[in-house]
């Protein structure tokens, strides 16, 4: 079953503008291979959350999500 990720349009725009990169960009990394890890999140009142570690360009990025069936958020 293909997972299928969602992403808030105003949050991306603003992670764009203060990282330089965007959701898209993490999926591209995700599927080209680049993904590092998937951890749980450590903080107690994140415990729904896991944190995809990818590598896009050279640099590391810890991307929280949230699953939801198929999906992630």
Not at 8 to 32: E, W
């Amino acid at each position: 079953m293909a997972v299928k990720y969602f992403w808030n349009k105003d949050k991306n725009n603003d992670v764009l503008v203060l990282r330089g990169v965007d959701f898209p960009m993490v999926i591209q990394a995700i599927s080209q291979g680049d993904q590092l890890a998937d951890i749980e999140h450590p903080a107690e009142d994140r415990k729904h959350q896991r944190i995809f570690i990818v590598r896009i360009r050279g640099e590391v990025y810890a991307v929280p999500y949230v699953i939801d069936g198929d999906a992630r958020f």
